[in-house]
């Protein structure tokens, strides 16, 4: 049996996470995960059935130790422990926008009532500003854990030195990170960061060291450079090392998980604490359910094969909170419209049906449509592969001179590679 995470006093069992993605994990989203992982299998009919768990994690108030080694620079008293099954991470906040109180930003940080821990995480690339943004979530207590991106690969921000360009900057790393921990109130704070910028820059087990020294809580690796984007195959030999180089602190594994196996296959071969699943799980939000059930030792039988008309409904449900979250029904079934793919993704639905799914305008026109599927068709296998982004790039791009040395960091890096962008 897997141990369970320890996220400062968080008690993750099973240690599986959902990955952060901008556009994608926002409060609905990580409600319908968090359903199928205690126990739901109610496929969009509400509330989850099966396993009888509590709604959320629960408070268990009796803190759980920090993570060995954990340096505690910030003096303040524990905060509580929740216990939950799984850790559902915001999509990525920018950290000027927070501290400017960004309309868009703030609705960011919702989290539905049962959600707990309340996982958010930021991205910034000045120390000043992302201590700002930490202490302001610690003092207005809008979060649980932050977890820090240095991972994003979008040229638009690695062109001005941010996203998985900053690693590459030692001290401007620790200096995040510093002031990260130090204003974080007692919050657990993580990191997630990529390899490096290519084979010949790795960053991370400077990056890894660096964290500890600061007293960054845990590492999530996703397993490839920046040159990679998602093309290729994520290195987990790479997650390996890095679980050598930090013993003190839980390393997570990311990369390449499209099934529950996938998860158990990189524990085993790796070492790592946890896994952290993204795009695997984009119109699979059962694939959490399929993460418990393999964590606990119940099989490949347990794991979900929803049949079209079960997959309709947690379409339908997905559209449904999308819509209460954005307080207006129209703008939820637009955002949903990226979803269809992936949830359809497989199944005998003609490219005309599909698109009309991928055009709906009102909860009733996308339940109109789903009406007409067939309901029993059994769920594809060919589904369960790859999904989401997979392509690759040749080059990253750098601001001037940016690899001639770690530890220059003169130049500093434009308020530009803050924008709002695609992730991680
Ligand atoms: C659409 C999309 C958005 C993403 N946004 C973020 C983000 O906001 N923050 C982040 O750290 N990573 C982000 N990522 C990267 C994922 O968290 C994850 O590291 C990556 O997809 C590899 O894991 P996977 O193979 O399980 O998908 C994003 C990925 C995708 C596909």
Same mark, same amino acid.
């Given at each position: ?221 996703? %397993?490839?450079? &920046?040159? !990679?984007?998602?093309?290729?195959? @994520?290195?987990?030999?790479?997650? *390996?090392? +890095?679980?050598? =180089? #930090? ?102 639905? %003609?490219?005309? &049906?599909? !698109?009309?799914?991928?055009?709906? @305008?009102?909860?009733?026109?996308? *339940?109109? +449509?789903?009406? =007409? #599927? ?51």
């Amino acid at each position: 049996m897997t141990p369970p995470l320890h996220i400062g006093p968080h008690t993750v069992q099973p240690p599986v996470v959902l990955a952060p993605m901008a556009g994608i994990t926002n409060a609905p989203f990580r409600t319908l995960c968090r359903e199928f992982a205690e126990g739901g299998r109610g496929y969009g009919e509400g509330a989850p059935t099966g396993t009888p768990t509590p709604t959320g994690a629960t408070t268990t108030g009796t803190p759980t130790p920090r993570a060995n080694g954990t340096a505690d620079r910030t003096g303040t008293a524990d905060r509580t422990g929740t216990t939950g099954r799984g850790l559902f991470v915001s999509e990525m906040i920018t950290t000027r926008a927070l501290v400017e109180r960004n309309a868009k930003t703030m609705q960011l940080v919702h989290f539905d009532d049962s959600e707990r821990p309340r996982s958010v995480q930021l991205y910034g690339v000045d120390p000043v500003t992302v201590g700002k943004a930490v202490r302001m979530i610690a003092d207005e207590d809008l979060a649980d854990h932050i977890d820090l991106n240095f991972g994003c690969p979008v040229p638009k921000v690695t062109r001005k030195g941010g996203g998985s360009a900053l690693p590459y900057k030692r001290p401007l790393l620790r200096a995040i990170l510093h002031e990260a921990v130090g204003n974080a109130g007692g919050l657990p704070v993580t990191m997630k960061m990529r390899k490096g910028i290519d084979d010949g820059h790795l960053t991370y087990l400077d990056a890894g060291r660096i964290a500890v020294d600061e007293g960054i809580t845990a590492i999530a690796l996703h %397993g490839r450079t &920046a040159a !990679q984007h998602y093309g290729g195959t @994520a290195d987990w030999d790479a997650i *390996a090392r +890095l679980r050598e =180089a #930090v013993p003190e602190i839980p390393v997570l594994g990311n990369g390449d998980i499209w099934s529950a196996d996938d998860a158990l296959r990189m524990v085993r071969e790796t070492g790592c604490d946890g896994v952290v699943v993204g795009r695997g799980c984009l119109g699979r939000p059962w694939l959490f359910g399929d993460l418990v059930a393999a964590f606990a030792g119940e099989g490949e039988e347990a794991y979900a094969r929803p049949c079209f008309g079960e997959v309709a409904r947690v379409m339908l449900r997905h559209a449904t909170l999308l819509g209460e979250w954005l307080g207006d029904e129209a703008r939820g079934v637009i955002d949903f419209r990226k979803h269809v793919a992936w949830y359809t993704k497989g199944f005998s639905l %003609g490219s005309q &049906a599909r !698109q009309r799914l991928a055009v709906a @305008a009102s909860l009733e026109e996308l *339940a109109g +449509l789903l009406d =007409a #599927v067939d309901p029993d068709e059994p769920w594809p296998h060919g589904a369960d592969g790859p999904r989401g982004r997979t392509h690759s790039r040749n080059k990253v791009v750098l601001p001037e001179g940016w690899l001639d040395d770690p530890y220059d960091c003169a130049a500093g890096i434009g308020a530009e590679a803050e924008v709002d962008t695609s992730g991680g």
